[in-house]
RNA sequence: GCCUGGGUGGCGGAAUUGGUAGACGCGCAGGACUUAAAAUCCUGUUCCUUCACCGGAGUGCGGGUUCGAUUCCCGCCCUAGGCACCA
């Protein structure tokens, strides 16, 4: 007897061949007869390591979703590329002598090359790679649209640096006082650093209307940028007309307010002491501060606060009492910083009960009158108010607004809002990234480069070794360096700092519709239609990143009337994690795990739906191999059902199923349920092994499979003689009345319990449905313990008796 | 400390406007085919008790609401991720 067997090593090759060479993954981006759909994943950096399964994991079943799209009518565009500037190219040049530009573009050919082994449906025709020039031209131009509206601009500040990576971090680059890049404790440095006004974006970034994006997401980037509702409260100087202004949130507390405290790096610290006795031992303790790495600076706990007094006093202005003026070490420069500080804040309370500085209470929880004293800690909770003038008495949230009006009236006094977020540093003292495209001449200043003559190129020959004294590589490089005014033709040196990154990754979902264009970096009308990204795929860890950088920049441009679309990607889904043993798969680790093995031994296909299988796609899971077998005997199966030919047993039946399963995988596929999609798949290929299926069933089980095992569902469909490719076939509709149920099992309980089951018509009567749930002798057996009280019928679903007894 | 998720068989996981918990797959056990093996197919598989039926327990722990709770409420524990001296 002749065995139909699949063998997909040849096939996913054969198919993988056919759709190169009909250019099938190109999409024509001026269609007009479909609706567009713009799918994408993050595009990777081009790593020179293989693959591993994370990465079959992100770009396979994103591949799967935009396929399903694909079979829905949709005019699919998926492009590819790669965020190729940074610093492990640059590491490893400096440890190989390899130019970073060479690896680079090795990687990506090796790296296109597994992309396809996938079998993914990537359109790599409009490849965007931001190493190159016709990509960074257009990153510098976004840098000048920035200056030239005055939201770039540079500060001489302490920056996050990180010692072993010798370049400074923006904050979100900073986790938990790390780097998030190779971990070293991030310490301060001043430096002259170019910022983007991100936080001046702070309002206008929490708005997320009309977006779906996970709930989650939504909500650790309004924790990142951090709105806080409060007021900034005046604090006249007693010698002298200075003012201090401090921000609270708490400015029911005003009337506890003993000291104020003001951050070591506010500008005005220097006026406050100057010439003073207290002078020398305020700039001592501000350098002991500033030595502090992060961590050391931020961490909890009492014993690592530390201030010192300015020898100033200011006046409370409801108290009128004069109290001291503090620098200390928990004090940053957000709000205003400066604080009033209290005892019914925990930091404050450590830092007087540290130096000796009197505290008093003004709430407590029945405002009965408490004292400091006798606490170990601070009163952080809500209550009534007593010593507090004509607020005494009322509790405290109901008095805050009260006494900001209060202090308004007097004029010391004004509501106010805060952000967390602060401005985005981007500079680089790297070699490998783009070059901010900025001269200094000494007779204009900073200038600007001129749009024409962009790219501002990055030499290739430069010594690429950190120079140790934190300068870019790039300022030894004197061909670079110097240059022309383009204002005056003078003499000029450019900016030898690199751009961040993640100003590369911004802006890329822009250039891809347009990756041909040559004299402008997109186009207005080309992004109408094609934009915003309609499913955009990647890890959640760039929430706080890549996520709200994007957001900013895509903002700032819909402001200057660049383009015409406010948000860039409509819908965000993260994909899991997939981790070994536990643990994060890296290369240090040793733990990555290649899918070459599984590939060869069963097929791209059983790989792909394997990893869908594992569970929902945002929760990732950990790699074992356990059960991959069973995959591929599925897919063995499923080869049999189409390629046998076998009478069919019962047709209804199987058409009901067929259409009840055409409604399972579409609802599953769109909400990313592709492991319950499987199973339904599983099911019913089972049912069709015993039964048999007719051909046009066949072809509507193959359409159904495609977007999860494309080169299976390709072999097949040739094989029932369609002629055309299964994803250019329409996704089949269910037949509504085909899915209906005639006859439904109901569980019979009493008092709760499960005691028999019957199988009755979908319609019948209450009356008829209880009489036969009473007949069962199981049921009757516990319904002669008492009296039924109480007979419930919930159609469809259940029958209970509730019994009380005798 | 704060903000999110999540805890279900030996394992990955199904199922929640409250209604028969454990779909599907792995593994395991038994059987068929085979000289034998592989492959394939069939049967069983939450635990306890039982030859079997019946029965009891059971969705992290402790309470509560309900005829009925994996699902809702209160209080905990564990775990993953994010934020963290933000006044």
Redesign the pocket.
Known sequence: MEENRYSPQETEKKWQEIWKKKDFHNTDLSEKKRKKFYGLVMFPYPSGDKLHLGHWYNFGIADSAFRFQKMQGQNVFAPFGFDSFGLPAENFAIKTGVHPADTTEANIKVMERQIDEIGGMYDFDKEVVTSRPDYYKWTQWLFLQMYKNGLAYRKNEPANWCPECQTVLA??Q????KCDRCGSEVTRKMLNQWALKLSSYAEKLLDYEGLDWP??TI??QQ??I?K?H?AEIDFRLTDGDGILT?????PD?IYSVTFV?I?PEHPLVDDLVKGTKYEKEVNEVRSKINKQT?I???????E???GCFTGRYVVNPVTKEEIPVYIA??????????????AH????F?FAKKYNISLRFVISENGEKTDPKNFEGAYTGDGVLFDSGDFSGMNNREALPKMVSFMEGLGFGRATV???LRDWLLSRQRYWGAPIPIVYCDKCGEVPVEESSLPVELPRNVDFKPTGDGMSPLAKCSDFVNTKCPKCGGPAKREVDTMDTFVCSSWYYLRYPCSKMTDKPFDKDVLKKWMPVDLYIGG??H??MHLIYARFVNRVLFDLGLIDHKEPFKKLIHQG?ITKD?A?MSKSKGNTVSPDEFVAKYGSDVLRMYLM????YS?G??W?D??I??????Q??FF?VIADEKEVVDMNEMHRSLHKLIKKVSEDIESF?F??A???L??FV?LA??NGLDRASKKVLVQLIAPLAPHLAEECFSLIGEEKSVFESVWPKFDKKLIVESK????V???????G?I?VDIDASKEDVLELARSLS?VQ??LVLGEVV?E?F?P???I?F?VKEK
């Open positions: 904050n979100e900073v986790q938990g006082g709930e989650k909500k650790m924790n990142w951090g806080s409060g401090a921000y609270t949130t708490r507390t405290c951050a992060l050391e600076r931020t961490s909890e706990g009492g690592d606060k530390i070490n928990f004090v940053l420069m957000y709000g205003t910083g400066v604080v009033m500080a209290c804040d925990q930091r404050d450590e805060n952000y967390k959640p860890e929430a706080c994690m536990g994060k299988f594992m569970g929902p929760d899971g950990d074992s356990k059960g077998v069973g995959i591929s005997r599925f063995d199966r049999r349920h492991n319950t499987i199973s339904a599983m099911e089972n092994m015993k439904v099992k109901l569980g309980q009493v008092n709760g319990k499960v005691r089951e199988e199981n057996k516990y109480k419930i919930v469809g679903k259940v209970g509730v």
